[in-house]
């Protein structure tokens, strides 16, 4: 599975860099880092949304820091 981060200017500024480590960390603890991808992406076109740009199967979605490991548990977990 591949989790695609936004990383324009604007997310960056919202914490991207942030959610990327928490995500590495997260995934490295389940042991799960042969099955889940990060992978970086330029402008999503989604600057004036609240929360970084993250892409999963073709779902958008837009995570604060502080919220990655809910977003992990509801919406990746599942879909392993
Ligand atoms: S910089 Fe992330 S959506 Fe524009």
């Given at each position: 599975?591949?989790?695609?981060?936004?990383?324009?200017?604007?997310?960056h500024l919202?914490?991207?860099r942030e959610i990327v480590s928490k995500l590495e960390k997260i995934?490295?603890?389940c042991e799960?880092?042969?099955q889940?991808?990060?992978k970086g992406a330029f402008c999503m076109g989604k600057?004036?949304?609240?929360?970084?740009?993250?892409?999963v199967e073709d779902e958008l979605f837009y995570l604060k820091p502080e919220n990655v490991e809910q977003f992990f548990?509801?919406?990746i977990l599942r879909r392993l």
């Amino acid at each position: 599975m591949e989790i695609t981060i936004c990383i324009g200017s604007s997310c960056h500024l919202k914490g991207a860099r942030e959610i990327v480590s928490k995500l590495e960390k997260i995934i490295e603890k389940c042991e799960l880092s042969n099955q889940i991808h990060l992978k970086g992406a330029f402008c999503m076109g989604k600057c004036s949304v609240e929360g970084v740009s993250v892409k999963v199967e073709d779902e958008l979605f837009y995570l604060k820091p502080e919220n990655v490991e809910q977003f992990f548990q509801d919406e990746i977990l599942r879909r392993l």
